[in-house]
């Protein structure tokens, strides 16, 4: 979908911007749900609200020299975009990865900015992460990496200045590593980062948050069609910690989860996915998804990631990379009557894919609204870090839930009051610019 308002912001983003694909989709979408907001708010176009908004407040770009396991130094890229800080301290995860490049960085920044704002805590949006392959790399190698990353990186960051998180490649060990760094070097214990080990600040439902948010905000897209999970047949692509607690809250709510998958090919087990199996796997022995076989040997594996789309379900829950989910499997899963679909990667469908469900009525859910609940359940524990207590299970989870309720209800309220009901997409892009812009306006131009 193009405009004389989106092609008049846009062209001269993508002019400073070249090489940069992922944040100017990213950017794109936002900025073609913005037009009845600019039209009906006429300061923000005066006081050069979008111009300000899509252009970083810093941008950090490092190196990172360590020594591998046979005595050989590595050179890696790091980064940390800040992106803005109108809401409170920036505030995203760290993403290792050998695709991370700055556009990448940037991409995630940005969307973070406005999943940030719907949550309604008070973090302002950054992201940061590294080239770096985890993927066969020794226990040590990954510690040296993290220590070296964050012998840089801790200058910039702080408990009220930035705090960084997991992402793609960064669990419960690389947080653990990183956090030690940090402490050593600025000799101070701090919530600085989120998703610590329990032993040392992190919060309950921190490693469940995002799946379990995801179904919740899904939830309530079921509800929109009079429904529930219960015998919903569901497929989730990845296997990590997003589509690992995606699928525990599934099959909680008799949904059955049938397939999973990795970045090598995908495993379809129509008796529903064995998630001890598929914990033991992929946490504890940080294998591949085509193990499961040796554990279910009647489920079927299939090379390649791609085709997972093309297995009929009910609900399809993107959540390992982006665009993982395009226009051809779109359509497929639209012909097998998939009935929802919500993003718990970050922009994993093709603007293609979304504009393909949104015409053919499945409810889609947007990453920054369906995601949202690692980072809102990284808010709280920086809350609990700052009040140095903690919270039970049952308390962080109620109040996620809550948190995601309200983050449907942000959505669907906006889209409704700017004459576009049902698309969630504009949505999440409308409530979460309006708070952001507000702050921004009340701030000055700064
Ligand atoms: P993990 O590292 O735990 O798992 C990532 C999963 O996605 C793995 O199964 C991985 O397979 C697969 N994957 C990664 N890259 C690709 C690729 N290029 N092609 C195919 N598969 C791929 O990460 P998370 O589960 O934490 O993150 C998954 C997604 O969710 C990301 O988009 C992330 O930004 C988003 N997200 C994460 C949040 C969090 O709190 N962790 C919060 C909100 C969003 P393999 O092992 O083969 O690489
Ligand atoms: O994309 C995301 O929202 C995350 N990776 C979580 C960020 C966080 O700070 O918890």
């Known amino acids: 979908m193009s405009s004389a308002f989106v092609d008049s912001l846009l062209s001269p983003i993508v002019a400073r911007n070249p090489a940069e694909p992922e944040f100017i989709q990213a950017v794109r979408e936002v900025l073609e749900s913005l037009e009845p907001v600019v039209q009906k708010r006429k300061e923000i176009a005066k006081l050069k609200i979008i111009e300000r908004l899509v252009e970083p407040e810093r941008q950090l770009i490092f ?168 015998g919903k047949r569901v497929v989730i692509s990845g296997s990590g910690n997003v589509a690992i607690y ?69 609900v399809a829950l993107p959540c390992a990379t982006q665009n993982e989910l395009d226009g051809k499997s779109a359509a497929i899963l639209v012909k097998n009557h998939c009935i929802a679909v919500a993003e718990g990667a970050n922009m994993p469908c093709t603007p293609e894919a979304v504009t393909c469900f949104q015409s053919a009525g499945v409810s889609f859910g947007p990453a920054k609204a369906a995601n949202a609940g690692g980072v809102a359940t990284s808010a709280l524990e920086m809350s609990q870090n700052s009040m140095r207590l903690s919270w039970t299970f049952d308390e962080v989870d109620a109040k996620l839930h809550g948190i995601m309720d309200s983050i449907y209800t942000q959505c669907r309220d906006a889209s409704e009051a700017y004459g576009l009901a049902g698309n969630l997409v504009a949505g999440a892009n409308i409530a979460g610019f309006l708070r952001v812009a507000d702050a921004m306006i009340a701030q000055g131009v700064v």
């Not at 800040?82 to 556009?103: C, D, E, T």
């Not at 009220?160 to 940090?182: C, F, K, M, N, S």
């Not at 504890?284 to 079927?300: D, N, Q, W």
Request: with cysteine.
């Open 246 to 314: 995606a699928t525990e809250k599934i099959q909680e709510l008799d949904g059955k989860v049938v397939a999973l998958s990795d970045s090598n090919g995908y495993i379809l087990d129509e008796e529903g996915i064995d998630l001890a199996a598929v914990k033991r796997i992929k946490e504890e022995e940080r294998g591949r998804i085509k193990e499961y076989l040796s554990v279910r040997p009647r489920a079927v594996y299939t090379e390649g990631c791609s085709g997972i789309w093309t297995i009929p379900c009910d």
């Open 63 to 230: 190196r990172v020299p360590w020594v591998d396991d046979k005595g050989e130094i590595r050179v890696n890229r790091g980064f940390r975009v800040q992106f803005n800080s109108a809401l409170g301290p920036y505030k995203g995860g760290l993403r290792l990865h050998p695709s991370v490049n700055l556009g990448i960085i940037k991409f995630l920044g940005f969307e973070q900015v406005f999943k940030n704002a719907l949550t309604t805590t008070p973090i302002g949006g950054g992201k940061g992460g590294s080239d770096f392959d985890p993927k066969g790399k020794s226990d040590a190698e990954v510690m040296k990496f993290c220590q070296s990353f964050m012998s840089e990186l801790f200058r910039h960051i702080g408990s009220e200045t930035d705090v960084p998180a997991g992402d793609i490649g960064v669990g419960g060990r690389e947080i653990g590593y990183l956090y030690g760094q940090h402490k050593r070097l600025t000799n101070s214990f701090t919530g600085v980062l989120t998703g610590k080990g329990l032993h040392y600040g992190g919060s309950l439902a921190r490693t469940e948050a995002t799946g379990y948010g995801l179904v919740y905000f899904t939830t309530r897209m079921l509800e929109d069609q009079k429904t529930d999970w219960k």
